[in-house]
């Protein structure tokens, strides 16, 4: 697999997570249980910021509250493309980022609007992120095929990128 250099990767790390849009979110709660569900990314920003809706009263409210340390995955099985992302999870009530980040689809979880008194913001600033570009079934069966010949295993297959 191919190691790129920092450089260039939390822009395709953007690119990637912005395509795929749609996350498993983990979450730790108070006895030190994951918790993972899915969560639709409303916007990436360019200084390492994802934002997401949720509600007040959810779990993920307490989870975060009691540790902010958050995972998330995001995965293209269509296109063998794979993004995990590592780092700090914040809340916040704030009607007019919500605006910004507003799409219609919102109003089947918030029938008010931006405003809807249950709508809470979360933002996570992302510590570390890396990124898988996987080749087709073919590669693969090449990759296996040249092992049964030589005998040597296969390294990862693919292309791979990591921001610190």
């Known amino acids: 697999m191919q190691e790129l250099p920092d450089i260039g990767d939390l822009a395709k790390v953007t690119e990637l997570i912005r395509a795929i849009r749609i996350a498993l979110l983990t979450t730790v709660d108070a006895d030190g249980r994951m918790h993972s569900r899915p969560v639709q990314t409303l916007r990436v920003e360019s200084d390492r910021t994802l934002w997401f809706f949720t509600d007040w009263g959810s779990h993920k409210v307490t989870q975060v509250a ?11 099985l269509s296109r063998n493309i794979f993004v995990v992302v590592s780092g700090t999870a914040s809340l916040l009530r704030d009607p007019d980022k919500a605006r910004e980040l507003w799409t219609v689809e919102q109003l089947a979880y918030y029938p008010e609007g931006p405003e809807d008194t249950r709508l809470a913001l979360v933002r996570v600033q992302i510590e570390r992120a890396e990124y ?22 296969a390294g990862i297959i693919g292309r791979h990128g990591e921001v610190e």
């Open 66 to 76: 009691h540790d902010e340390r958050v995972n998330l995955g995001f995965a293209d």
């Open 132 to 153: 898988w570009l996987a080749p087709g079934r073919v590669s693969y069966l090449v990759a296996a095929a040249r092992a049964v010949t030589t005998g040597e295993p």
